[in-house]
């Protein structure tokens, strides 16, 4: 049973930083695309970053540029969102999902977290 387990999330003023943790079991992993998605009230879901099975980072959305970084941790079956320089505008339930291939289209990935809240005061 494939399981994926989102932490870090919380409440933060504007410029800090959190860290988003995504655990994974029940996958091979190495051989999964990992990536985070976003979803804001009112709002699509939408990909915020993703990394292939090396842990080489492919995928930023251009509002997170310069700010998110994604990374994975194989021997931890792991992938971590850091973000810096927080907006309000990045308020949202963010998610952790796997996949077998890149698309931005969230219904493309296999499996999904349970998501976890971020809110960025002002």
């Known amino acids: 049973q494939v399981r994926l387990v989102e932490s870090g999330g919380g409440l933060v003023q504007a410029g800090g930083s959190l860290r988003l943790s995504c655990a994974a079991s029940?996958?091979?992993?190495?051989?999964?695309?990992m990536a985070w998605f976003r979803q804001a009230p009112g709002k699509e879901r939408i990909v915020v970053a993703a990394t292939m099975e090396s842990g080489r980072s492919i995928y930023y959305a251009d509002f997170v540029k310069g700010r998110f970084t994604i990374s994975r941790d194989n021997a931890r079956h792991t992938v971590y969102l850091q973000m810096n320089n927080l907006k309000p505008e990045d308020t949202a339930v963010y998610y952790c999902?796997?996949?077998?291939?890149?698309?931005?289209?969230?219904?493309?990935?296999?499996?999904w977290g349970q998501g976890t809240q971020v809110t960025v005061s002002s």
């Open positions: 999902a796997a996949g077998i291939r890149l698309s931005p289209q969230p219904s493309e990935w296999n499996y």
């Open positions: 029940g996958l091979t992993f190495g051989g999964d695309f």
